[in-house]
């Protein structure tokens, strides 16, 4: 939530131009970012489609030397899922929303698109209120039959979850396999040989502000011999005994006995195995690199030409030439989500990750890394200099400044010669970058698990400056302050002394950091059941989530001593003599409950 109208504009100095009469040009940085999901056209190696996490839909004609954006009139920019029709090309599908689960602010979709021209047009197809949608599987023959894995929104009940499938290009949709409300679609697999036998894993997940809750009752696997209309739960022997979390499922093209599940367990193993259809299974590898995260996680494919490769995209990206028994880890990408292989082609295949993409003709013997211009930037800040530089943290790839004088084709956009940025300015990819007013040749940051930076150009050191230990990791109902991912830094514009920074109270520092002093009591609703740590069946502390804490700060630029702050569970205060006493005023606006004040 921004609090805006009349709260904002009596704290802002002046007017400014209506944004209608600017206009925007890529400063950079020139470097990729979140790649979510990737398509391309059995066959054609010239052809790919890749959806980015915030980014929309990016196509190459020329086997990934150039992109173009070719989805800019949606009004999501998140895709979670792409499919070309095997049977047609022309025709594509795009499934909105970040199709993972990795923290509150993931970017919820509005449904499906599709494209009949190859991308260069795009119409809405219908289910509006599915939220994420992470896999989409055309039929191998028959275009019209198309078939949605939706996650759901995940922020709460909802019955727009599971597996909707189409028989008429999208006029229609069916949910045809839903378990429950708090439960929705992760994996989704279609047999090439017998594409009337589909397999499903769904997935129990809940997101919170402050935590996230994978797995129960209602994941599992699940099995359609009739084309997707009726489904049943596998029960068979040798797989996992409930509660399970994550699940993601495939068959092997070459042969339709051979079927892995990759599955989110506590400690009963990750990958399954059956070689008879899905009747009976064992566990093949317990390796947990092949689960870690599975939020985030948890994808795998089969080659198109051996049964017995697999790839699987975790943190790190693994191959198995035995049937699953053994991986090796290759370097084809980091932080990987996504894999297509070439039906025609088993030694071409394309994988997204953090990074980019990351694109193979021969089998990985030789690849390429393609970079978007998709950065994900947390905040930006511009400093008091004439000309002035931007300043942002970006999600992977940390703090930097660009000059904004600087023209596109002399290196600061995309299309220019180089990467102008400067980039290592302390904290790291999650929080604010903020230069100090009076003397732009310092900047502070912060980072996730209570890091505080204060960084000198002329040195090109950054100092560590954090009020207290690092807690990444901590359980949060064992730590005295909680820290978000992305902490508040705020600098007094009367006194750029006086630096503010928010954890589940406000720290001020008066001496560039070298000391703080507590200023407010703790801000938040201070619910002990709220206050417990990320993950759900396994535990996920990694910073994303943590409860009850300031989420934005805000000091007045025309009062001195006026302090704004505002929770991440719908608590809005203010103090009027620099923290000394705080008002609570969050009952006179209408927030809804838990809330998140994101900006003041």
Same mark, same amino acid.
Request: net charge negative; glycine share 12%.
């Given at each position: 939530?921004?609090?805006?109208?009349?709260?904002?504009?009596?704290?802002?100095?002046?007017?400014?131009?209506?944004?209608?009469?600017?206009?925007?040009?890529?400063?950079?940085?020139?470097?990729?970012?979140?790649?979510?999901?990737?398509?391309?056209?059995?066959?054609?190696?010239?052809?790919?489609?890749?959806?980015?996490?915030?980014? $929309? +839909?990016?196509? *190459? @004609? =020329? /086997? !990934?030397? %150039? #992109?173009?954006? &070719?989805?800019?009139?949606?009004?999501?920019?998140?895709?979670?899922?792409?499919?070309?029709?095997?049977?047609?090309?022309?025709?594509?599908?795009?499934?909105?929303?970040?199709?993972?689960?990795?923290?509150?602010?993931?970017?919820?979709?509005?449904?499906?698109?599709?494209?009949?021209?190859?991308?260069?047009?795009?119409?809405?197809?219908?289910?509006?209120?599915?939220?994420?949608?992470?896999?989409?599987?055309?039929?191998?023959?028959?275009?019209?039959?198309?078939?949605?894995?939706?996650?759901?929104?995940?922020?709460?009940?909802?019955?727009?979850? $599971? +597996?909707?499938? *189409? @028989? =008429? /290009? !999208?006029? %229609? #949709?069916?949910? &045809?396999?839903?378990?429950?409300?708090?439960?929705?679609?992760?994996?989704?697999?279609?047999?090439?040989?017998?594409?009337?036998?589909?397999?499903?894993?769904?997935?129990?997940?809940?997101?919170?502000?402050?935590?996230?809750?994978?797995?129960?009752?209602?994941?599992?696997?699940?099995?359609?011999?009739?084309?997707?209309?009726?489904?049943?739960?596998?029960?068979?022997?040798?797989?996992?005994?409930?509660?399970?979390?994550?699940?993601?499922?495939?068959?092997?093209?070459?042969?339709?006995?051979?079927?892995?599940?990759?599955?989110?367990?506590?400690?009963?193993?990750?990958?399954?195995?059956?070689?008879?259809?899905?009747?009976?299974?064992?566990?093949?590898?317990?390796?947990?690199?092949?689960?870690?995260?599975?939020?985030?996680?948890?994808?795998?494919?089969?080659?198109?030409?051996?049964?017995?490769?697999?790839?699987?995209?975790?943190?790190?990206?693994?191959?198995?030439?035995?049937?699953?028994?053994?991986?090796?880890?290759?370097?084809?990408?980091?932080?990987?989500?996504?894999?297509?292989?070439?039906?025609?082609?088993?030694?071409?295949?394309?994988?997204?990750?953090?990074?980019?993409?990351?694109?193979?003709?021969?089998?990985?013997?030789?690849?390429?890394?393609?970079?978007?211009?998709?950065?994900?930037?947390?905040?930006?800040?511009?400093?008091?200099?004439?000309?002035?530089?931007?300043?942002?943290?970006?999600?992977?790839?940390?703090?930097?400044?660009?000059?904004?004088?600087?023209?596109?084709?002399?290196?600061?956009?995309?299309?220019?010669?180089?990467?102008?940025?400067?980039?290592?300015?302390?904290?790291?990819?999650?929080?604010?970058?903020?230069?100090?007013?009076?003397?732009?040749?310092?900047?502070?940051?912060?980072?996730?698990?209570?890091?505080?930076?204060?960084?000198?150009?002329?040195?090109?050191?950054?100092?560590?400056?954090?009020?207290?230990?690092?807690?990444?990791?901590?359980?949060?109902?064992?730590?005295?302050?909680?820290?978000?991912?992305?902490?508040?830094?705020?600098?007094?514009?009367?006194?750029?002394?006086?630096?503010?920074?928010?954890?589940?109270?406000?720290?001020?520092?008066?001496?560039?950091?070298?000391?703080?002093?507590?200023?407010?009591?703790?801000?938040?609703?201070?619910?002990?059941?709220?206050?417990?740590?990320?993950?759900?069946?396994?535990?996920?502390?990694?910073?994303?989530?943590?409860?009850?804490?300031?989420?934005?700060?805000?000091?007045?630029?025309?009062?001195?001593?006026?302090?704004?702050?505002?929770?991440?569970?719908?608590?809005?205060?203010?103090?009027?003599?620099?923290?000394?006493?705080?008002?609570?005023?969050?009952?006179?606006?209408?927030?809804?409950?838990?809330?998140?004040?994101?900006?003041?």
């Amino acid at each position: 939530m921004c609090l805006a109208g009349a709260l904002v504009s009596a704290q802002r100095r002046g007017g400014g131009a209506s944004p209608d009469a600017l206009s925007f040009r890529f400063l950079g940085p020139v470097v990729g970012n979140r790649v979510a999901s990737i398509a391309g056209v059995p066959g054609d190696p010239s052809i790919y489609y890749a959806g980015a996490a915030s980014g $929309g +839909v990016w196509k *190459t @004609t =020329d /086997g !990934g030397g %150039h #992109w173009t954006p &070719v989805s800019d009139s949606m009004p999501v920019a998140a895709i979670g899922a792409l499919a070309v029709a095997p049977s047609d090309p022309s025709i594509v599908w795009a499934g909105t929303g970040e199709a993972w689960a990795i923290r509150d602010s993931d970017v919820i979709g509005d449904g499906i698109y599709k494209s009949v021209d190859a991308g260069k047009t795009w119409a809405h197809a219908g289910l509006d209120e599915t939220g994420r949608i992470g896999r989409i599987i055309v039929h191998p023959t028959n275009p019209d039959i198309v078939f949605a894995c939706a996650i759901g929104r995940i922020t709460g009940r909802q019955p727009e979850r $599971g +597996v909707f499938r *189409t @028989t =008429d /290009g !999208g006029e %229609h #949709w069916e949910r &045809v396999l839903f378990v429950d409300e708090n439960t929705g679609c992760s994996g989704l697999a279609i047999d090439a040989k017998n594409p009337r036998t589909l397999f499903a894993g769904t997935w129990q997940v809940e997101m919170h502000p402050w935590a996230m809750l994978s797995g129960g009752a209602g994941s599992g696997l699940y099995v359609s011999h009739d084309g997707g209309a009726k489904w049943t739960k596998i029960d068979a022997p040798g797989l996992p005994r409930s509660p399970l979390g994550k699940i993601d499922v495939a068959v092997a093209p070459t042969d339709s006995n051979r079927v892995y599940a990759l599955i989110q367990t506590k400690d009963q193993g990750s990958l399954w195995r059956s070689d008879d259809g899905g009747a009976s299974w064992r566990v093949v590898n317990w390796s947990r690199e092949l689960i870690g995260r599975a939020g985030y996680y948890v994808h795998l494919a089969v080659s198109p030409a051996n049964e017995d490769e697999i790839l699987v995209s975790n943190s790190s990206f693994f191959q198995s030439v035995d049937g699953g028994q053994t991986f090796r880890s290759v370097t084809w990408g980091g932080d990987n989500h996504d894999i297509w292989w070439d039906s025609k082609d088993a030694d071409r295949f394309a994988i997204t990750h953090d990074a980019g993409i990351t694109l193979t003709t021969q089998h990985g013997r030789s690849t390429e890394r393609v970079q978007l211009p998709i950065g994900q930037m947390y905040h930006v800040a511009v400093d008091n200099q004439a000309p002035y530089y931007v300043y942002s943290n970006m999600q992977d790839d940390g703090t930097m400044r660009g000059a904004a004088w600087a023209a596109e084709n002399a290196g600061a956009g995309y299309n220019g010669s180089g990467n102008t940025w400067d980039h290592g300015l302390g904290g790291c990819e999650s929080g604010f970058t903020v230069p100090d007013p009076s003397d732009p040749n310092v900047v502070w940051s912060t980072c996730y698990g209570n890091k505080v930076t204060r960084y000198d150009h002329r040195t090109k050191i950054a100092r560590s400056v954090a009020p207290w230990m690092i807690t990444l990791d901590s359980p949060p109902q064992d730590s005295k302050y909680r820290c978000h991912w992305t902490a508040p830094l705020a600098i007094d514009p009367f006194d750029s002394k006086n630096v503010y920074y928010g954890c589940n109270v406000i720290f001020r520092a008066t001496n560039g950091g070298q000391s703080w002093q507590v200023i407010s009591p703790d801000l938040s609703t201070q619910d002990p059941s709220r206050i417990a740590s990320s993950g759900g069946l396994v535990g996920d502390n990694l910073g994303q989530f943590a409860p009850e804490v300031i989420f934005a700060i805000a000091p007045s630029e025309i009062e001195r001593g006026l302090i704004w702050a505002g929770t991440n569970d719908g608590k809005l205060w203010y103090t009027k003599d620099g923290g000394a006493k705080w008002n609570d005023v969050s009952k006179n606006i209408a927030m809804p409950a838990w809330g998140v004040v994101s900006k003041i």
